[in-house]
DNA sequence: TACGTCTCACTTTTT
DNA sequence: GTGAGACGTA
């Protein structure tokens, strides 16, 4: 097979050009992907490169699974040994061999953003410092922007020794450090942190490695920041064979830390290095594309360039303004309902938005619609409560210096250990600079622990049951245990409710997760089931499998693509964001979202605003976004005329009413199957099936947030929407 | 120690 | 509108 065929001159170029620094700025669906497979597939095939030496990095799981699929399909078989992740991972890997050279335990754990939060407390209570002065949130952004542009704790204090706030900030930031340390626990930033911090250290790892990569090659190059470049340029020191893909227009993670010299300034860095330019657009039409342009071109700060396409002109892009964020909903509902009698399918279709409070309307309304869709963002399944106390009971497992682990589950479920004896352990065991768990391993030593003492023993010995088996049994046999011993299932088991039930659902499909990877080949332990599942992202399981609208926020969307688009809440104080619009840099970056949610657009666009929204309890009336009004007045199209409003219901909620029915009244059944009613305790669901039983009526309701439920008609108070 | 009530805050978030 | 966390009371 030829791997140059098909390609455009600068993508072959881009794909020939192995040796060397390489620069690729690739424009929005030119091709980068293929591009980057292509090239990976060039090294092997026609360089005689072996895998193992390729280093492909990517932002999301997702990306790199497809990126590895994508060179296999081309090369016909696989290629195990090549090294395609996302930067975390990559660095856990090789940090689970090396990370002792720098005083952790192998088996260290990772924090996420949630455990961070709780440790964050616990340093601030520590040193007394008032959270209400110092939002927790705040701080730990503050830490994590230090860890980002490598500043450490004693470094970030001199830094700024004449600022108060900031020296309290270095405190909580030294001490947040050394706890992270006890528990032998990484943050996200730290894995990225120490792994640069282990090459500095050891030059004999960082050889080791240098000599593995010889050509590595960096995806989204735009968002990296300080501490992925620096890492980046350590590991390709001494080949030189460095190639990064990015767009200066796509960058919308700076508020996290990313840092747009790395790309802006990769020439200055590498003297040597080559440029290409991606500039012709496989994805859109060129309506989509000027309307993109035509938004961009009001950033300052950006280097001016131009997609082009060959592409058809297509359809004027689609402007909509409702009433309110009902009409809104129902207009994108009738909109894909009208397509999708046209020959689309739903899985044709994006919703984007700024942020995920915006998708429950739309959500609501697409149920009562009968429209599949799917949420990609939200609560994650890894945060919900359930599964991250199993998930504790693993750390604890794995390693028993977690203290934040343990203390999520050392009452959980409810054993009579209380705050005042964890309070006592936790003075014992900063006293003696040992770990919470060793103290109440051994509680008859400390005369404050007595009275606990026998309950302390139990939970231990419990802790050390499952420790014993962790390496004799497969992890989703111990997740079994686990919840069964524990009595976390016999809790929830006990409850017996729609939502109890669907914790438990959540349990089991956290078992198959285990399954799953079981499967895998040489798949590891307990360990590295716990490294591979805290860096999950929610993009990573999203398919295109289903025929299913998606919904989602345009920072997910980045990288997707979709032939129909509807970009809603286009109003000033939703999108652009109130808290972005005083600053230019930041509004920029809302630019540079707002043109990535563009181009996700394959052959039709929809700019959709309402005129008032109800967002977080109350309503405002907004100016549509500014970046509706930049688009070429030319390219649109009023839809609010030629919309086909026809069937669907088009009032909001509150134009109805919720009519009163009391509780003996013979049930005055005007329901069917179908139906949206409102229960006041389940809330919004649909009726699947009704029954009829003596002189009442049995139904079945599929309820938005708490599953499915039976109910009897005369008691359920239910409200027809 | 456990549970109920009150208050507040609330963007985006590849890992 | 909603959920988490703090705080106070039985």
């Not at 949206?676 to 029954?691: A, L, P, Q, T, Y």
Request: aromatic fraction near 8%; proline fraction near 2%; include cysteine.
């Amino acid at each position: 097979m030829d791997l140059l065929k098909g390609l455009n001159k600068e993508q072959k170029e881009a794909v020939m050009h192995t040796e060397g620094p390489l620069l690729i700025l690739a424009g929005a669906g030119s091709g980068k992907t293929r591009v980057l497979t292509h090239r990976i597939a060039y090294l092997i095939k026609e360089k005689n490169v072996n895998p193992g030496r390729i280093l492909a990095i990517t932002f999301t799981n997702k990306a790199a699974n497809e990126m590895k699929e994508r060179v296999e399909g081309i090369l016909g078989e696989t290629a195990k040994d090549m090294w395609i992740s996302t930067f975390h991972s990559a660095c856990v890997r090789i940090l689970r061999r090396h990370i002792d050279r720098i005083g952790f335990k192998r088996n260290f754990v990772i924090y996420d953003s949630a455990d961070q939060k709780t440790l964050i407390q616990d340093c601030m209570k520590e040193i007394n410092v008032n959270e209400r002065l110092y939002d927790p949130k705040a701080v730990l952004n503050a830490i994590s922007r230090a860890k980002d542009e490598l500043i450490e704790p004693d470094r970030y204090m001199k830094m700024n020794e004449s600022d108060f706030r900031s020296r309290v900030m270095g405190e909580i930031y030294a001490l947040y450090q050394k706890k992270l340390r006890l528990n032998n626990a990484l943050d996200f930033d730290d894995i990225l942190f120490y792994t640069i911090k282990l090459f500095i250290e050891n030059n004999d790892v960082l050889q080791l490695f240098q000599n593995q990569f010889r050509y590595i090659m960096v995806d989204e190059y735009q968002d990296t920041n300080t501490a992925q470049y620096h890492l980046v340029s350590l590991l390709a020191q001494k080949h030189r064979n460095i190639c990064v893909v990015g767009d200066d227009d796509q960058s919308i993670y700076l508020f996290r830390g990313a840092n747009i010299r790395n790309i802006l300034d990769f020439e200055k860095e590498f003297k040597d290095c080559r440029v290409i330019k991606l500039e012709q657009n496989y994805r859109s039409t060129q309506t989509i594309l000027k309307a993109a342009y035509s938004v961009i071109r009001n950033n300052k700060e950006r280097k001016d360039k131009k997609l082009w396409t060959q592409n058809i002109e297509g359809e004027k892009i689609k402007s909509f303004e409702g009433d309110n964020e009902h009409a809104e909903a129902v207009f994108v509902a009738s909109e894909i309902k009208h397509l999708c009698s046209k020959g689309k399918n739903y899985r044709d279709f994006a919703v984007l938005y700024r942020m995920n409070a915006q998708s429950r309307v739309i959500e609501d309304t697409f149920i009562r619609e009968g429209i599949p869709y799917k949420i990609v963002g939200g609560l994650r399944f890894y945060d919900r409560k359930e599964i991250k106390d199993v998930l504790a009971y693993l750390r604890v497992i794995q390693n028993p210096g977690d203290t934040i682990s343990l203390k999520r589950i050392i009452n959980t479920p409810r054993r009579g250990i209380g705050s005042t004896t964890l309070e006592r352990a936790e003075e014992i065991a900063s006293i003696n600079e040992d770990s919470i768990y060793n103290v109440i391993r051994s509680s008859n030593l400390y005369p404050e622990l007595q009275r606990a003492s026998s309950k302390l023993d139990s939970f231990c010995n419990m802790i050390e049951e499952f420790t014993g088996m962790k390496d004799q049994i497969p992890v989703s046999e111990l997740i079994g245990r686990v919840i069964e011993v524990s009595g976390l299932l016999s809790e929830l088991e006990k409850e017996d409710t729609i939502e109890a039930n669907s914790r438990i659902e959540n349990i089991k499909e956290l078992i198959s997760v285990a399954l799953e990877f079981e499967a895998q080949e040489n798949s590891g332990g307990l360990e590295d089931f716990l490294a591979q599942i805290s860096l999950v992202s929610d993009i990573d399981g999203f398919s295109d499998k289903e025929d299913s609208v998606v919904l989602m926020t345009l920072h997910s969307a980045k990288g997707l693509e979709f032939p129909v688009v509807f970009i809603t809440g286009m109003e000033e104080g939703v999108f652009p964001s109130y808290r972005s619009v005083a600053y230019e840099t930041q509004l920029e970056e809302e630019r540079r979202l707002c043109y990535v949610g563009i181009t996700r657009a394959k052959e039709l666009l929809y700019l959709v605003n309402a005129k008032s929204r109800t967002l977080f309890g109350s309503t405002s009336f907004n100016l549509v976004s500014r970046f509706k009004e930049e688009v070429d007045s030319m390219l649109l199209e009023d839809a609010n005329r030629t919309s086909s409003k026809g069937s669907v219901f088009t009032g909001g909620f509150a134009a109805n009413g919720f009519i009163k029915q009391t509780k003996n009244e013979k049930p005055n059944f005007d329901f069917c199957e179908g139906d949206m009613v409102v229960h006041r305790k389940f809330g919004v669901g649909i009726i699947v099936s009704i029954e009829e039983v003596e002189d009442d009526f049995k139904v079945e309701i599929q309820f938005r947030k708490s599953g499915m439920k039976r109910l009897m008609a005369k008691y359920a108070n239910l409200v027809k929407l």
